[in-house]
């Protein structure tokens, strides 16, 4: 019977993909409304369950590249590959439309940038501090504190090892949950009671699932307002995380 599954598996394996995944994300979202009520998003849970099926499954067939390794969740190896990826967010960005964040004004346009510099120096700077010296990695674990989409697409191009890379989802994915659980606490604090704070908030955290729902906690009613400026957040930082941030952190660093 299991070598049936498998043979059946390794033929559709796409398919095996989408069905683990959904199962996953069905389960992350069951674990986000029933013992965080929503305050921890499922999007977070799921990025947190793939890490650990990875690491285990890892450290079960003594191979590298997580559940890929285990024959029957190979679809997954496709399915989470570059191209799919890359196309996500392409589409993402052709999602978004001009007019919008010329609504935002201003201070949203500010927001995105200042979030952005200061995501990307607080991740090179823990990067710098656990011994990291070369531009790539630090480059790559400063986008993934940015996203963690951003880490792993700036690594992809400038040419950083798998490890690099999934480090820096870890950063972005620990970035993320604190968004998600500190907002509404914070909320009163910096008057994030308005759509005009709303699009500023979500231009300087930029994590659209941390933002989505840290709002969401705080008042339902400012989600689109500070979704607005994380949409364009993730898209401008893949521009400059592999332009930009590597060019200036090779250039500061000595040698």
């Known amino acids: 019977m299991f070598e049936s599954l498998l043979l059946v598996s390794t033929k559709y394996?796409?398919?095996?993909?989408?069905?683990?995944?959904?199962?996953t994300m069905w389960f992350s979202y069951w674990l986000s409304a029933k013992f965080t009520r929503g305050r921890v998003h499922g999007s977070a849970i799921a990025i947190l369950l793939g890490l650990t099926m990875a690491y285990f499954s890892g450290a079960f067939t003594g191979g590298h590249k997580g559940v890929v390794d285990i024959p029957l969740l190979s679809g997954i190896g496709l399915l989470g590959g570059s191209m799919l990826r890359d196309f996500a967010i392409v589409a993402t960005g052709?999602?978004?439309?001009?007019?919008?964040i010329k609504r935002a004004g201003k201070s949203g346009v500010l927001a995105l940038f200042l979030g952005i510099f200061s995501s990307f120096i607080a991740g090179a700077g823990i990067a710098m501090a656990f011994g990291y010296t070369d531009a790539v990695s630090i480059t790559t674990i400063g986008a993934g504190a940015i996203t963690y989409i951003v880490g792993p697409v700036t690594g992809a191009a400038i040419g950083a090892s798998s490890e690099v890379m999934a480090l820096s989802i870890a950063a972005g994915l620990v970035k993320s949950i604190l968004v998600m659980v500190v907002t509404p606490f914070v909320a009163p604090l910096i008057q994030l009671n308005n759509p005009r704070t709303a699009v500023i908030f979500g231009g300087l955290m930029g994590t659209s699932s941390g933002v989505a729902a840290g709002l969401a906690a705080t008042d339902p009613k400012l989600v689109p307002y500070g979704c607005l400026?994380?949409?364009f957040y993730t898209a401008l930082g893949c521009l400059l995380g592999p332009s930009v941030l590597f060019l200036a952190v090779r250039a500061l660093l000595p040698g």
């Open 13 to 23: 394996s796409l398919i095996v993909g989408f069905a683990v995944i959904g199962l």
């Open 94 to 100: 052709f999602g978004v439309k001009i007019e919008e």
């Open 229 to 231: 400026t994380a949409a």
